[in-house]
């Protein structure tokens, strides 16, 4: 069975990258399957890459490869991580992208020193990273390709705060509709708020909502909508329009519920 390869990346469909990286893992190993995640992440945003990667990686079956292509250079360290999580299997930088994505140690780890500034560096993703994704799908062992570790780095968070009186989240990704999901999960709202009555404060309670709706169409075109989106996390929207933009929020923007 072909296993299957994976891209998440900043690099746009315009660019040649895509299908340089593509073309070098067919040349080692033809029995693969591509699939296209996104090609849009902001430029050099492990943040966003990550969240993306986490909300679909799930999905996908066994022994499937992720090819992390977003602040991929190694820094001075000079190494790269390669990582086996959930039966499947992680290439990107020494970055703690991969941080954010695991829920807790991998059951494989390995930093592999690939030096730093050398010729080839600034696109390792051609040079090395599909060198490694062959090997894996051939069926490598990745424990021989560097140092095995017990622990990733952990720099990104999507934790929110609770607090007597509040939940203080944050926004920490906006999709290609201007929608603002936020860290607040339904899980943590059902925990602290139930039936209580609350109201959402939106850019330090300049916009306050006091519902959470099951779709965008409950409410008329042009007006602020709540939901709990699929992947179970709060999201605020405009039907029909652009949230972010017209709510002036970005990604860290704060989203209070009082309660």
């Not at 995640?37 to 490869?65: M, R, W």
């Not at 807790?104 to 993703?125: H, M, R």
Request: with cysteine.
């Amino acid at each position: 069975m072909a296993r299957i390869i994976t891209f998440t990346t900043d690099w746009s469909n315009s660019d040649y990258y895509i299908g340089a990286v593509k073309a070098a893992i067919l040349s080692k190993c033809s029995d693969v399957n591509f699939i296209d995640i996104s090609h849009n992440i902001e430029h050099f945003s492990i943040y966003q890459a990550a969240f993306v990667l986490k909300s679909v990686y799930k999905n996908f079956p066994q022994a499937t490869i992720h090819i992390i292509g977003v602040d991929s250079e190694p820094d001075k360290d000079g190494y790269i991580l390669v990582a086996k999580y959930d039966s499947q299997y992680f290439i990107s930088s020494n970055n703690a992208c991969t941080g954010f994505i695991f829920e807790k140690e991998p059951e494989i780890a390995v930093l592999v020193n690939t030096g730093f500034a050398f010729e080839g560096a600034s696109f390792i993703d051609l040079n090395i990273f599909s060198q490694i994704a062959a090997y894996i799908a051939k069926g490598g062992d990745i424990t021989k390709l560097g140092e095995s570790i017990t622990e990733v780095k952990r720099k990104l968070s999507i934790n929110c705060q609770i607090e007597p009186d509040f939940i203080n989240g944050e926004v920490i990704y906006i999709d290609s509709y201007q929608n603002a999901i936020t860290n607040i999960s339904r899980e943590i709202f059902d925990q602290y708020i139930g039936n209580q009555d609350f109201e959402i404060l939106i850019n330090t309670n300049r916009i306050k909502v006091s519902e959470i709706k099951m779709s965008y169409k409950e409410v008329e075109s042009g007006e602020i909508v709540c939901i709990f989106n699929s992947l179970g996390l709060l999201e605020i929207a405009i039907r029909e329009g652009k949230a972010a933009q017209l709510l002036n929020l970005g990604i860290r923007s704060e989203i209070r519920v009082k309660y």
